[in-house]
């Protein structure tokens, strides 16, 4: 990729003109939860009013998504995407895990991979309503029938370990079953108390453990001596009243640290990237260089990714343009929408010159490799 003044600009056969704005790679957004139906508006409601969080609202939305067709589930997860995509992402994640039986997880992940090459199986989200008294054969049906009709749709195998949904016992049961088809695992960590899902994602090398609000300081050092990138979800706590993970605990620690929006219609329905950065500067300790970091290069790493979240020669020319004059904008002007647009067609790579490859899936055609250049 290449940016400086236009009279000097290479030959290329994508350009982008920026107009002064600020550029930035687009966000990595690592962590959502997209292809379900209907709301929890109720509930947000309740909690505003003083009811606690927990794990067992995740049933509403079973039921709801079990009700719907594809073409609904895929409706709301292309208007999502849309959503998403005019706050400057332009690389996701989603999970399956509102299904919870063998057919509902598998078309999950199927309508997911039309969109992202980053899907996750999420079957052990909680334990499904039929199961609620014989946990372990829902356990056995996750491991089995159920992995072998969803692993070929995935990239990711995850696991909610939690007070309410799974034991560190059950998780390790699931993650390993995973790994054993090729799925690599994600971890839902220390989201609402103390518990064994940071250490066991370390063990297991997860790529992620997700939330991470309650760490002693064995899980930091682990997180610190480790691969497993510590993905943060302020909107999480901002929509449930939670204590705000201490990023500057983890920064300060070597840990590396990504930023997601967990967009989900119970506990963090927001798409927006550049919120959670606000929220993240604000309450969680993180300067603004930090938090767009995190919500870049944070988000591909949580993606064992090195070819998005950052500008240079062999990244996709990823772009999100803010209409302001530096990225610290988007913590100073928290809810103004600055993203200008995304560039470079949200599929190009950045290449040096005379070395072009080809687009990635979902964007231009195999056979037309793409270079982009950036004029401020």
Wanted: proline share 6%; charged share 20%; with cysteine.
């Amino acid at each position: 990729m290449w940016t400086g003044e236009s009279s000097k600009a290479p030959a290329t056969d994508n350009r982008v003109e920026a107009g002064g704005r600020t550029v930035l790679p687009g966000f990595v957004d690592s962590h959502s939860h997209l292809v379900f139906a209907g709301d929890r508006t109720e509930e947000f409601n309740a909690r505003m009013s003083g009811r606690a969080y927990s794990a067992g609202g995740i049933r509403t939305t079973v039921a709801a998504t079990r009700a719907a067709g594809d073409a609904e589930l895929e409706a709301n997860l292309v208007r999502f995407l849309d959503e998403a995509l005019r706050q400057g992402t332009t690389t996701f994640e989603t999970k399956s895990g509102y299904g919870l039986t063998v057919g509902d997880e598998a078309r999950a992940l199927r309508l997911a991979a039309r969109h992202t090459d980053e899907v996750t199986y999420l079957g052990a989200h909680i334990v499904a309503p039929e199961y609620a008294r014989d946990p372990a054969a829902y356990v056995a049906l996750v491991t089995g029938e159920m992995l072998d009709a969803c692993a070929p749709h995935a990239r990711w195998i995850d696991v909610f370990c939690e007070k309410g949904a799974f034991d560190g016992d059950q998780a390790r049961a699931v993650l390993t079953a995973g790994k054993a088809k090729g799925l690599h695992p994600r971890v839902h960590a220390n989201q609402l108390s103390y518990g064994p899902g940071v250490q066991l994602a370390v063990e297991l090398d997860a790529a992620s453990a997700d939330h991470c609000t309650h760490l002693t300081d064995a899980d930091v050092d682990a997180l610190a001596a480790g691969n497993t990138v510590a993905t943060l979800l302020p909107g999480a706590e901002f929509s449930t009243r939670a204590d705000w993970p201490d990023a500057r605990r983890l920064l300060d620690a070597g840990v590396t640290v990504a930023l997601s929006t967990d967009c989900n219609p119970g506990s963090s329905f927001t798409s927006s990237v550049p919120f959670c950065v606000a929220l993240a500067v604000r309450d969680m300790g993180m300067t603004p260089d930090e938090a767009v970091w995190s919500a870049t290069a944070g988000g591909a790493a949580a993606l064992r990714r090195t070819d998005i979240g950052r500008l240079t020669p062999g990244a996709y020319a990823d772009l999100a343009l803010l209409d302001a004059p530096s990225h610290v904008h988007l913590a100073y002007r928290p809810g103004v929408p600055l993203v200008a647009g995304c560039g470079g067609g949200a599929y190009a790579r950045c290449e040096p010159r005379g070395r072009p490859r080809t687009a990635r899936r979902g964007g231009p055609s195999a056979d037309r490799p793409w270079r982009t250049s950036v004029t401020p």
